[in-house]
């Protein structure tokens, strides 16, 4: 669902953290060069009450194997429909929080989806089968996933960029050492009050440098 543009409205980046059942949303504005946090919230991939839209490779994980240790048809479908309800929330969900910004004179253009070196797994069931320390990562894997889908259906572009590094690429695209890019998140976190932890600071600069990149 492609938004049209308003150019009245101020540019707006949207960080995103995901965790297992959804992920740390924080909203950034930038008009002359500087940032202000809009909107400090969360997002929910899974409902109450759901476990499958929660943990659908854990659900996966418990059922019954074939004879020779494989996967079943029913895990894959369980998973499979985990993940359309995850799909399906993250992006009512996004299209809740593209309204508040909207009605806020925001025009969130870029979604910045926190990553890390986990692109080379392409079989999430697969790879949560085989041992049980991995189905975690998978689970946080399917959020990003949903997130992405949640952009897409949004009309927001998505920009990943690599949590492990993000510090030196903040450096290079803002101009400014660690110690001020420390005090300034801090600084912009304050009118939001609790929570704004390591989460929610990290979304925070994710979408201020994805919405302070040349457009």
Request: net charge neutral; proline share 6%; charged share 25%.
């Amino acid at each position: 669902m492609s938004r049209p543009e308003n150019h009245s409205q101020v540019i707006t980046g949207l960080g995103l953290r995901a965790h297992k059942g959804g992920a740390v949303v924080v909203c950034v504005a930038v008009a002359e060069g500087e940032p202000r946090v809009v909107l400090s919230t969360t997002l929910e991939t899974c409902a109450d009450g759901d476990r499958l839209s929660f943990e659908p490779y854990r659900v996966a994980a418990e059922m019954a194997r074939g004879p020779q240790n494989e996967t079943t048809a029913e895990a894959a479908a369980a998973v499979a429909e985990g993940r359309r309800r995850q799909d399906r929330l993250a992006a009512n969900g996004l299209q809740g929080i593209v309204r508040q910004l909207e009605a806020a004179r925001c025009n969130p253009v870029v979604a910045a989806l926190l990553v890390n070196r986990a692109g080379w797994i392409t079989d999430l069931l697969a790879y949560s089968l085989a041992w049980p320390e991995h189905v975690p990562v998978a689970e946080a894997l399917a959020v990003r996933d949903a997130l992405r889908f949640a952009s897409l259906q949004c009309g927001i572009e998505v920009a990943e960029l690599d949590e492990k590094s993000l510090s030196d690429l903040a450096a290079t695209t803002l101009g400014l050492p660690p110690t001020a890019i420390d005090a300034r998140l801090k600084a912009l976190g304050a009118p939001m009050g609790k929570p704004w932890r390591k989460e929610q600071k990290l979304a925070c600069l994710s979408a201020w440098i994805a919405v302070s990149r040349p457009r």
